[in-house]
């Protein structure tokens, strides 16, 4: 909050005390832009903090929603605090500006950082410890709030440190450089610094230039208001933040290194960011299973991701299935399953990610646990959006496969959503079907029912089933490693707009683990799971939460 500054009478001295108005090296005018100058830099470096703990957290957290709710509503809040805070400062302005500048740039320099190390080493611990990157991320959002709210009041004492004038006047021009300073920040995260740098060295290179612009402007304009212990406490408390941040940025890779092998094991073998999102491969060598992680999710096992696909694949493929679309699968191996059927003539993959059907295309290993199914002249790769590409009014396809990520992951809601679902309908061809992984049923039945709520209010008629007893080291296309997490099994829903029996194809090849008998059984399992009444998933409207 800034505290407005009623008109001095007559002879009063001013609100800074006996120091008057400041001494500076340079014009007034100079001066005054200098500082609106350090108010951009500032204002900038303080939103790339915001939306670093907002995209780390998505990425180590999961639900973009909640995340971005939690580090708003707790930073604008805390920011609150810290202009209330800052007015005891005021009369020592600019020795307070640089302390909370040199602070704020430690803090959020350093932030991604520790997010990423407690995520790395304290996830897979249980307990408590499984929830320490939320626990830290509303102390970063409250500390960082706290020192950018102390900087609006400061500044402006500083501002009329170089020339008084009317209040409205001098809110006006700081906030008009902090707007803008927001703007370039806000671009140059998403598309410089993310790309280029990365999380961890983007957080640590705007950590370093906040210390820079903040203690110039001290030491360089305001250095007469500090004493001369003051000015070498303020200066040494610079070079030390600057120098961590420079150690830091030196030992990013090693670091980063040692919290991957953290998560995913000492048998990483490709670990690369493709501009959709992570994707790491570990094992498939020596004998060791392979596993693929897509934003820190295992999304396939080696050890018996064969059980996953082949659930989610053969009961589609009971009936016609000339045609088949599989939505998602960029990884081939739902793709691998369909071309067991000598009679389909055309599979169209449609995934967003270009990196991971490249890796399933070169990648020794998981070519090899896919079949080389993208060499296939029968398939063919389309990279987009698949909720776009169905809204381009596809021809209609014998069987639809959704092959996407969980739908408690608020990024997938929409591909989870009537609206996609009712897309999906008109790409069907008379008799076709569709099925739609669904997640785990016995952790998240809510979610698992929510979506055949919402397959059945596109006008699908929908018939449930789930597999079970999985192995801890499965494949969880929808969690993170760890297998004390692991939920036991997974959910699908089998959907036709005339309703098509749940089973297997008669003259089709024969699944290694799905029989008739254990998708009967299992699809009578999870009707005891039922919760009625749910309400369907909309656009407008997501329904899915953890």
Partial sequence: MIEPHAPAPPGAPPPWGVQGQARLPVRPGTGRF?????????????????????????????????????????????MGVGSLVAKRLRPRAAAGFGAVEAALALVGGCSAMA??????????WGGVWASG??????AFSLAIGLLIGAEV???ME???????QDPGGAVADLFAADYVGALVGGLAFPFLLLPQLGQLTGALLTGAVNALAGGALVLG?????????????????NVVVLGLLAAAALLVDDFEHAARQAVYGRDVRVALRTGVQEVVL???????????????RLRAGGRDEHRYHEALVHPAMNGRHARVLVLGGGDGLAVREVLRYPDVRRVDVVDRDTGVVGLARRDPALSALNGHAFDDPRVHVFTADAFCWLRGDPSPYDVVISDLPDPGITASAKLYSQEFYGLTRRALADGGRLVV????????PRVFWTVEATVRAAGLRADPYRVGDRDSGSARPDRTAGASRAPRDWGFVLASARGAPLGLAPRGPAPHSLTLRSLAADARAVWLTRIPGLAPSTLVHPRYSR
Avoid: K
């Fill in 34 to 78: 200098l500082v609106l100058a350090g108010v951009f830099v500032c204002a900038a470096c303080g939103l790339v903090y915001e939306l670093e703990l907002v995209a780390l957290a998505s990425y180590l957290v999961g639900d973009s929603v909640t995340q971005a709710s939690v580090v708003l509503s707790v930073m604008v809040f805390a």
């Fill in 221 to 237: 304009l305001f250095r007469q208001d500090l004493s001369r212990r003051g000015r070498w406490l303020l200066l040494i408390a």
């Fill in 153 to 155: 009041p400061l500044l």
């Fill in 115 to 124: 997010l990423y190390a407690v995520f790395a080493w304290t996830g897979g």
């Fill in 158 to 164: 500083l501002i009329q440190r170089i020339r008084r």
């Fill in 282 to 296: 570990t094992g498939g060598t020596h004998g060791h299973p392979l596993g693929l992680f897509l934003d820190g």
């Fill in 133 to 138: 990157s939320r626990y830290l991320l509303a």
């Fill in 437 to 444: 992984h669904a997640g785990p049923v016995s952790s998240r």
